[in-house]
């Protein structure tokens, strides 16, 4: 059984920046594809971020792109979100997800492709 943990939420100002954690328990982890989707109240879940197992290649939204890097280091099971010039737009609880099938090059971007979920964090960025 995989469970992510999410860690490094707070509030912020706009401009400023947030470093996301996310340690996934479970062996397989670091031969998974993981990702970051966000929830911002009254709206849907969205993707944000997204990474290979082997960390080769990343998936942006393009509201992120240029402003967030997704990494992970495979040694300590945990995948990265670095948010830099944050917006008031960008407040959401953020999750982290895990994607089961195994040495996947093709980095998902949709919600089903993931099978585990972290319980979210909350990044808040006032104006």
């Known amino acids: 059984q995989v469970q992510p943990v999410e860690s490094g939420g707070g509030l912020v100002q706009a401009g400023g920046s947030l470093r996301l954690s996310c340690a996934a328990s479970g062996r397989a982890a670091s031969s998974c594809s993981m990702g970051w989707f966000r929830q911002a109240p009254g709206k849907d879940r969205e993707f944000v971020a997204g990474?290979?197992?082997?960390?080769?290649?990343?998936e942006y939204a393009h509201s992120v792109k240029g402003r967030f890097t997704i990494s992970r280091d495979n040694a300590k099971n945990t995948v990265y979100l670095q948010m830099n010039s944050l917006k008031p737009e960008d407040t959401a609880v953020y999750y982290c997800a895990l994607d089961p099938r195994q040495w996947v090059i093709v980095v998902p971007i949709s919600g089903s492709s993931f099978d585990y979920w972290g319980q979210g964090t909350q990044v808040t960025v006032s104006s």
């Open positions: 990474i290979s197992w082997n960390g080769n290649r990343a």
